[in-house]
Structures are given as structure tokens and as C-alpha cells.
């Protein structure tokens, strides 16, 4: 059996992985990365690609705030096909109930040093005149960019292996144990520290994990330029992200360099099976069409699924298991892990060097569910 020594294993070449692995080798750690399939791919090849401040949570904003200014300090290293473009989000609210969550929103993260603006009826439909014109107003998030997930990751491994980390690709985890890394194939990693960032596969190398699989599809039209000049997303799609039984559906659309259109979003739990559903798929544009009615002239190239690591409290899992205390775990970002790929590192690589991190760790500590899960 052969073993390979590192100061740090990362098992999982997403971008979650491939943003701790690129933050530890610049640590002067010597990293190997672990992934049975491609770089990029799993749920950050099946992705929007959004980088997006959000306000679920103190603590979910705190994180992606965070993580977004990395990403923007980051922009001037990113290579073209990384397509990073800022377009701003638009939070459109289609009557006035949703236009007091509008000022709601604007007013939180006005608090916390985030610009934004209310746009009312008239100065959205000047801004995106595709949309149904008795909506209410929005809220433009200016800052908020998208980006092509493959290609970022492939950029910030890439970034990793010039300092020195090494890849191996096509290897399939059997355990993880006591900062050890066995592969099926007999290939053994032995380290200081091993990080499990293997997204939805995670909880079968980390025993009592509580992360689930959502499934989520989207949408690829041909190429219509500037048919729509933001992300667009309904205020009803926070709604969508809450619900954590039933199926739902909610409109989000982006812009992508091409000129094409992502169109989305869908999430369904104990949904097994990565077919495209029929009946959730119809539903999903059916919504998007309610928005932008000009969207069901245009042409769909591909339709597609993936899944999401999602926690029960909707905050991913970032730093050591208790179990394990050679053991770190980057997983559980559900929606988030583009936008978030960069915080998380920074809180890993703070825990490792023992560094004040520039934003609380605690919300994000494993032992929150590890304890939940001892006292059950």
C-alpha cells in the first residue's frame, strides 16, 4: 500500500474545496486535493454562479458579505472564461406588501455598510423593460456579480498547485480517519489535518453528519444579449429557500456573458434521482413566464439538475469535528458555496494558523450539530 504524507488532505475539487486547498497552500502548508471526479464539478458545475449578499441570518450575512469582498479583492487575477461580471441583483416586488420587505431589506443593509437602492415601478421598468409592467418596485443590490463556477474553480486550483498542492483526481474516498485518507484503490494520504468538503457525499465519510441533498434545476436559453441586464429574483424566492418539506419553485434569472439566460430555481427534498423532472420543471418556468412573459419565446438548450449539501438550519458546516480533532470540515452551503467558497477558506485557514478570523466562527462550528446530534 502506498502512502502519501501532507500537511493537509482536501477531499472534494469544488469549489469549496478548491478555495480551502488554494487558502492553505498560501499558508505555506503543503496540500494534496482529492476528488473522485472532475475539478468544478458536482454542485459547483450544476450551479448559477451567483456571488450575492444575503440576509437570511446575522450570520448568513456576515459569511456572504465577507465572502463577496474576497471575491471582489480576487477580480483582478480572474481569467476571462471565469466570466465574472457585476451586474447587480434586482429584488423585484410584485405588489406592496412585498415592497415594505423592499424597505425592510434596504434598510438592513443600509445598517451594515451595503449600498443599495429602491427603485420604484417606473425606474425598474426603465431598468429591465422585459419584466411584466405592474410590478411594484425592487431593490438593485449593485455590488452582487455572477460568475462560471467550472472555470473558477479550475482557476483557484490552479492557483493552489503554484504554491505548490498537488491534485488527484479519479479516486474514490473509502474513509476518513484520524487524519487519514484511504482511497478504494489502496492509496493511502496521511496528514495533519484532512478537510472533508466533499459536499452532499460528506455525511459518508463523517458519520452523523446532518446534511441533506436538495435538488434544484435550471434552465440554459440560446443567446438573447441584454434581454434581461441583472440577476432578477423574486422576494418570494426567500420564501422557496425557507420551506424544508415541501417541493417550490420561485423566479431567478441571470445574465451570462454569452448573452444567455439562467433560469430558475427549484428545490426538492427526498428527490434521489438526478433526471429532470417534468412536473417541477414546468412549474418552475411557468413562474419565471409570470415575471417575463417574453421568456417563453425565447429558446431553452438544456435543462439540468443538481444537489445542494443543505443543513437544518440553513448555515453550512466550517471548521473541526468534534470527533476528530484532525478533522475539518467546509460543507453544507446548500445554494451558497460559490459565493461563500472564499469565506469559508479564510475561516478554515484562521483556525489552522490560529489567526483572528474577520468575522465570527461560531455560527458556523460543526459541534452545533454534533451536540444536537449526542443529545437526541
Not at 66 to 77: A, K, N, V, Y
Not at 209 to 221: E, F
Not at 338 to 363: M, N
Amino acid at each position: 500500500m502506498s502512502v502519501r504524507v501532507y500537511d493537509a488532505v482536501v477531499v472534494g475539487a469544488g469549489i469549496v474545496g478548491a478555495a480551502c486547498a488554494d487558502r492553505l497552500s498560501r499558508e505555506h502548508l503543503n496540500v494534496a486535493i482529492v476528488d473522485r471526479g472532475l475539478v468544478g464539478g458536482g454542485a459547483t458545475a450544476a450551479g448559477m454562479g451567483h456571488i450575492v449578499t444575503m440576509d437570511d441570518s446575522e450570520a448568513q450575512f456576515a459569511l456572504t458579505r465577507f465572502s463577496q469582498q474576497l471575491w471582489i479583492e480576487l477580480r483582478p487575477e480572474l481569467p476571462a472564461d471565469v466570466e465574472y461580471r457585476q451586474c447587480g441583483t434586482l429584488w423585484v416586488a410584485a405588489d406592496e406588501p412585498e415592497m415594505q420587505e423592499v424597505i425592510r431589506k434596504h434598510r438592513y443593509y443600509g445598517e451594515r455598510g451595503v449600498a443599495t437602492s429602491i427603485l420604484t415601478r417606473m425606474e425598474l421598468a426603465e431598468l429591465e423593460p422585459k419584466l411584466r409592467p405592474d410590478m411594484a418596485g425592487a431593490l438593485l443590490v449593485p455590488e452582487d456579480a455572477v460568475i462560471y463556477p467550472p472555470c473558477a474553480a479550475r482557476f483557484v486550483v490552479a492557483r493552489a498547485e503554484q504554491h505548490g498542492a498537488e491534485t488527484f483526481l479519479g479516486g474514490t474516498v473509502e474513509r476518513i480517519d484520524n487524519g487519514s485518507v484511504l482511497l478504494t484503490n489502496g492509496t493511502r494520504f496521511s496528514a495533519g489535518i484532512v478537510v472533508n468538503a466533499a459536499g452532499i457525499a460528506a455525511p459518508a465519510l463523517t458519520s452523523t453528519l446532518d446534511i441533506k441533498p436538495r435538488k434544484g434545476h435550471l434552465v440554459i436559453t440560446d443567446r438573447y444579449p441584454d434581454f434581461v441586464r441583472h440577476q432578477i429574483v423574486e422576494l418570494g424566492y426567500l420564501k422557496s429557500a425557507h420551506s424544508v418539506t415541501a417541493d417550490s419553485v420561485a423566479f431567478n434569472v441571470q445574465p451570462r456573458a454569452t448573452g444567455q439566460m439562467l433560469i430558475g430555481s427549484s428545490r426538492q427534498y427526498g428527490a434521489d434521482h438526478s433526471q429532470v423532472d417534468d412536473i417541477i420543471l414546468s412549474r418552475m418556468l411557468r413562474r419565471a413566464f409570470e415575471y417575463i412573459p417574453g421568456l417563453a419565446r425565447t429558446s431553452a438548450l438544456r435543462a439540468w439538475t443538481g444537489f445542494r449539501a443543505a443543513t437544518p438550519d440553513k448555515l453550512p458546516l466550517i471548521g473541526p469535528w468534534p470527533e476528530d480533532r484532525r478533522l475539518l470540515l467546509a460543507t453544507g452551503h446548500e445554494g451558497l458555496g460559490i459565493t461563500t467558497s472564499l469565506g469559508t477558506a479564510a475561516l478554515l485557514a484562521d483556525h489552522v494558523v490560529g489567526r483572528t478570523p474577520r468575522i465570527q466562527p461560531e455560527p458556523f462550528l460543526p459541534a452545533r450539530t454534533f451536540l444536537e446530534h449526542v443529545h437526541a
